[in-house]
C-alpha cells in the first residue's frame, strides 16, 4: 500500500512538472504572439565566420539561398523549428541557381549590408562586408557568386 502511494505522488510530481513546463510554452506564445511548436530545438550554435567550408544551397519560397557554412544552415533550421515553420533541405548548385534571382528592379531600396568573412593569404582576418540595394539584390549577387552572407 505504501509502494502506491509512493507511485501516485510522484506521478503526481511529474505531471505537475510536465504542466508547469507547457503553461510556461503557452504564456510565451500567448505573450509573442506565436504558436506553440510541438517540438523545442534548444541547441546553442556558435559559427565561426572565418571557416570556409562549402556553402550549403537550398531554396526557399522558390528563391535559391546560400549559406556560408553548414552551422548556419542547422542554426537557421533551429530557429524556424521553432518558430513551427518546415526546415530547410538542401540541393546542389546546379538545380538551387536555376532559382537565383534575376531581376530586382520592382523591389523597393532597402540597404541590407552583408558580411563575407574571410582569411587572406597572410591569415588576417577580414569582414568583407557589402552593402545592397534590398535583399533581393544580395539574394541575387550571393547566388550566382556562390558566396553565403555570414
Do not use: H
Amino acid at each position: 500500500m505504501l509502494f502506491n502511494r509512493n507511485m501516485f505522488v510522484f506521478f503526481l510530481l511529474i505531471t505537475g512538472f510536465a504542466l508547469a513546463v507547457n503553461s510556461q510554452q503557452l504564456l510565451e506564445a500567448i505573450a509573442t504572439g506565436r504558436p506553440v511548436c510541438p517540438e523545442r530545438c534548444n541547441m546553442a550554435f556558435r559559427c565561426d565566420p572565418y571557416y570556409s567550408g562549402p556553402p550549403v544551397w537550398t531554396i526557399v519560397d522558390g528563391v535559391c539561398r546560400l549559406f556560408k557554412t553548414d552551422c548556419l544552415f542547422a542554426s537557421t533550421n533551429c530557429n524556424r523549428q521553432n518558430e513551427c515553420l518546415p526546415k530547410l533541405t538542401t540541393t546542389s548548385q546546379q538545380i538551387c541557381q536555376t532559382k537565383c534571382m534575376n531581376a530586382c528592379e520592382q523591389v523597393p531600396t532597402m540597404p541590407v549590408c552583408a558580411a563575407f568573412p574571410y582569411v587572406t593569404a597572410y591569415a588576417d582576418r577580414n569582414d568583407g562586408m557589402i552593402t545592397f540595394k534590398n535583399k533581393c539584390e544580395l539574394d541575387k549577387w550571393s547566388c550566382w557568386n556562390s558566396k553565403g552572407a555570414y
